[in-house]
């Protein structure tokens, strides 16, 4: 897929907290690298814009899912990173098991004459 297949982030506002938790599941990292993440693992088709990422950071933190400390990041600079809670776990594995549900109804939905 090329750049201009990318999907915008207005339509990611149903998953976004989904992605981010799943991005933080293989350990911490800071916002430009859940970013990559989200990005490199989508094929480059799935983009978030930072004030998109960094509000849902926020209700993510707020609802006890994510917890943050600051550090230095890979250029030195200080970051804060983001790490999965164990209530954050339990929360992605029910989502994931939601939004499966969702994406298997859609599917037969569009299979249907």
């Not at 989508?42 to 899912?65: I, K």
């Amino acid at each position: 897929m090329g750049a201009n297949d990318r999907v915008p982030p207005d339509l990611l506002s149903g998953t976004v907290d989904l992605l981010i938790l799943k991005s933080l599941a293989g350990g911490q990292r800071h916002g430009y690298a859940i970013a990559q993440y989200i990005r490199a693992s989508s094929g480059d088709v799935l983009e978030l814009g930072e004030s998109s990422l960094y509000t849902a950071l926020q209700r993510l933190l707020l609802n006890g899912w994510v917890s943050d400390e600051w550090g230095a990041s890979e250029n030195n600079r200080r970051a804060r990173y983001y790490r999965l809670t164990a209530a954050g776990r339990k929360h992605l594995a029910a989502q994931t098991r939601e939004f499966d549900l969702v994406v298997t109804a859609i599917q037969r939905v569009l299979r249907t004459v």
